[in-house]
Structures are given as C-alpha cells and as structure tokens.
C-alpha cells in the first residue's frame, strides 16, 4: 500500500480508479491530476497504460459492473471507492517537527472521503493514546514526532486498506450465500498463497514476517508431502528413492 519496489506498482485497484473514474466520480471521490500526484504510487516507475496487459480504465468498468451484477449497491461501491481514494490522499499528508508536530498540507478532503471529522483525524494522526497505569479510566494523549507520525500514518493506511479488502469479502459471501444455506458443514472452497521471498534495498519489519511466513509455509508443504509420505512408505514397505532435504 505505502511503498513498491522500482519497476513494480502498488495495486490495481488503485489505478484503475484513478484510470477510469468519469468527470463526475473524479470530483465524488476528490480524484487529483495524475498518479505522480500520489506519494503512495511514485515509488515505482509502472504509470497507468504501462502495465503490460491490463487496460485499467476498462478494468475499472468491468469490476463496477460485477460489482453491480453480484448485488453490490452504487451506494455500497461509492464507499469503497471513496476509502480507495482516500488510502492514497493520506499518504500525502506531510508533517513537520517543532513545538509539537504540525499537518503541513490540507486534511479536508482526506477526512471527507474518510467520512470523519478534520480535526479528529488530525488528532489521531499526531497523537497516540495511552491508558493510565494508575487510573484505567484516565486516558492520556502523547504527541508524536514527525517521523512517528509518518509512521502512523502509513500504519492507518495500511490498517485501512485491509479493513477495506476483509469487508468487500464478507458482503461478497453474504451475496453468494444466503444465510438460510449456510451449515456449519457447508463446503467450502480455500486457497493457499504463499508469499513469494522479498528482498528489497529498503526492507522494513514486513519482509521479516512475509519471509518468515514463507519460510513455514514452505516448511509445512516439505514436511506433508515428502517427510510424512516417506514415513508412510517406509512403515509400508514400499521401495521408493528417498528425497533429500532440508527443513
């Protein structure tokens, strides 16, 4: 959400917005100029038309119309767009060290497609809460240094984006299946993704735990598909070539 790699992009989502929205959408979701106006999307050198094989513009059209075909209100799809374009407009937010950390760049718009208030949001993006140790009702807010706020900042982005992709799958199965279908022994259809290895020039605390994710993952299919079946080839007395590997 908040960094690519160069020659990589941020997701799709983002670019077919900002690729396909009309006159009218662009002004309803505060849509500005063009994709270098995003910090969010200029960390990689992929603009919008330059991804090999996508037309984001009609992407765009295609996923409003499924949305629409699923039974995904206009009402219900203007808010995921209006997070979308939000996500990417607080990434433009920037702060400044002094007395106390300041919000050098307008926060209406950010806050408007948020659907919160201005000054709330400025709050919570200079500040942290913390109960107090001796009174649990006491609530204390401690300002943040302008490297924190960044780093809180790209963490609500973050944590918004997921909020975002977790509710789009719970309306989408609650479009597809009826709540009077549903059985605790309904079937079920599950995919596995295993994170590729990351390794970038900046690598932060996520590529430890996707790397460390794929690690197991890869561990757990090693472990199911050689050392358990040999095992069971073994106890069988079937003559096979033993796999070498490292767990």
């Given at each position: 959400?908040i960094?690519?790699?160069?020659?990589?992009?941020?997701?799709?989502?983002?670019?077919q917005?900002?690729?396909?929205a009309?006159?009218?959408?662009r002004?309803?979701?505060?849509?500005?100029?063009?994709?270098?106006?995003?910090?969010?999307?200029?960390?990689?050198?992929i603009?919008?038309?330059e991804?090999?094989?996508?037309?984001?513009?009609?992407?765009?059209e295609?996923?409003?119309?499924?949305?629409?075909s699923?039974?995904?209100?206009?009402?219900?799809?203007?808010?995921?767009?209006?997070l979308?374009?939000?996500?990417?407009?607080l990434?433009n937010?920037?702060?400044?060290?002094?007395d106390?950390?300041?919000?050098?760049s307008?926060?209406?718009?950010?806050?408007?497609?948020?659907?919160l208030e201005?000054?709330?949001?400025?709050?919570?993006?200079t500040?942290?809460t913390?109960?107090?140790?001796?009174?649990r009702?006491?609530v204390?807010?401690?300002?943040?240094?302008?490297?924190?706020?960044?780093?809180?900042?790209?963490?609500?982005a973050?944590?918004?984006?997921?909020?975002?992709?977790?509710n789009l799958?719970?309306d989408?199965?609650s479009?597809?299946?009826s709540?009077?279908t549903i059985?605790?022994?309904?079937?079920?259809?599950?995919?596995?993704?295993?994170?590729?290895f990351?390794n970038f020039?900046?690598n932060?605390?996520?590529?430890?735990?996707?790397n460390?994710a794929?690690?197991?993952l890869?561990?757990?299919?090693?472990?199911?598909l050689f050392?358990q079946?040999?095992?069971?080839?073994n106890k069988e007395?079937?003559?096979?070539?033993?796999?070498?590997?490292?767990?």
């Amino acid at each position: 959400v908040i960094y690519q790699p160069p020659n990589e992009r941020n997701y799709h989502s983002f670019y077919q917005l900002l690729a396909g929205a009309n006159a009218e959408e662009r002004q309803r979701y505060r849509l500005l100029d063009s994709i270098s106006s995003y910090a969010y999307l200029t960390n990689g050198d992929i603009s919008i038309g330059e991804f090999e094989g996508f037309d984001d513009a009609k992407c765009f059209e295609e996923v409003k119309q499924i949305f629409s075909s699923l039974g995904i209100s206009e009402e219900r799809q203007a808010q995921y767009f209006s997070l979308l374009s939000g996500i990417l407009l607080l990434g433009n937010v920037v702060f400044e060290d002094g007395d106390k950390t300041s919000i050098q760049s307008p926060l209406e718009d950010v806050a408007f497609l948020l659907g919160l208030e201005e000054e709330k949001l400025r709050e919570v993006l200079t500040h942290r809460t913390i109960l107090d140790k001796a009174d649990r009702n006491a609530v204390m807010s401690i300002p943040l240094s302008a490297d924190s706020a960044r780093e809180n900042r790209d963490a609500l982005a973050k944590a918004l984006y997921t909020k975002l992709f977790d509710n789009l799958i719970a309306d989408l199965n609650s479009l597809l299946v009826s709540k009077q279908t549903i059985r605790d022994d309904s079937l079920f259809v599950g995919l596995l993704d295993i994170y590729g290895f990351e390794n970038f020039q900046q690598n932060s605390m996520e590529q430890f735990c996707i790397n460390y994710a794929n690690e197991k993952l890869h561990n757990q299919y090693n472990q199911h598909l050689f050392k358990q079946e040999q095992a069971e080839y073994n106890k069988e007395g079937v003559l096979f070539f033993f796999a070498l590997f490292c767990f």
